[in-house]
């Protein structure tokens, strides 16, 4: 059974980095899934941010309106994903979570982490 | 960018069938996804592929998806599925989501 256990601060100041963290276990990070960062507020509903896999090499993919901020990140020695967001504001508080899609081109999102509430305030 | 659209709310009475429907552009010519969404819990994937179950997702659950619209129908309504449904799709490597359909067992 896949599970993902996420950890990360749950407040940040404003214009600074929200980072988070996707403990994989139960699959591989490496094999042929794609693991994504998904954010969830009462304004905007569920937003898909981005996604990474590999295919021979590492692949990104990430949703316009965050592509200038955002990085997600493998760690193959810990078998774990990240997601850093760059200069947040007060937009940018939401649950945020990551989930597996098993494959690239239309997979759905079959296993998904706890969730974790970022707020951005000072 | 592509946009999914759901009703806000449907309501139902136990043992009915419930018709949640997610409407965008040629959204049949796309593979269309429902999650379920309980209070402080996260999304679970109840029908993916239009059609399919995953493993212990009950049969009361089914759906469809032809022309602009995808349907989830869930069939002899318990208590226990009142919850958020969302469809889901992709469209240029990009997931998109409905809004979210609060479902009510009255």
């Known amino acids: 059974q896949v599970q993902l256990q996420q950890s990360g601060p749950g407040l940040v100041k404003p214009s600074q980095i929200l980072s988070l963290t996707c403990a994989i276990s139960g699959d591989s990070i490496s094999n042929s899934a794609a693991w994504n960062w998904i954010r969830q507020s009462p304004s905007r509903g569920l937003e898909w941010l981005g996604r990474t896999y590999y295919r021979s090499k590492w692949y990104h993919d990430y949703a316009i309106f965050v592509k200038s901020r955002i990085t997600i990140n493998p760690d193959t020695s810990k078998n774990q994903l990240s997601l850093h967001l760059n200069s947040v504001t007060p937009e940018d508080t939401a649950v945020y979570y990551c989930a597996r899609a098993l494959g690239i081109a239309v997979a759905p999102f079959d296993f998904w982490g706890q969730g974790t509430l970022v707020t951005v305030s000072s | 960018s592509y946009e999914l659209t759901q009703p806000p709310s449907v309501s139902v009475s136990p043992g009915q069938t419930a018709s949640i429907t997610c409407s965008g552009d040629k959204l049949g010519d796309k593979y269309a996804c429902w999650y379920q969404q309980k209070p402080g819990q996260s999304p679970v994937l109840v029908i993916y592929q239009d059609t399919k179950r995953p493993s212990g997702i009950p049969e009361r659950f089914s759906g469809s998806n032809s022309a602009n619209t995808a349907t989830l129908t869930i069939s002899g309504t318990q208590a226990m599925d009142e919850a958020v449904y969302y469809c889901?799709?992709?469209?240029?490597?990009?997931?998109?989501f409905g809004g979210g359909t609060k479902l009510t067992v009255l």
């Open positions: 889901q799709a992709w469209d240029s490597s990009t997931a998109v």
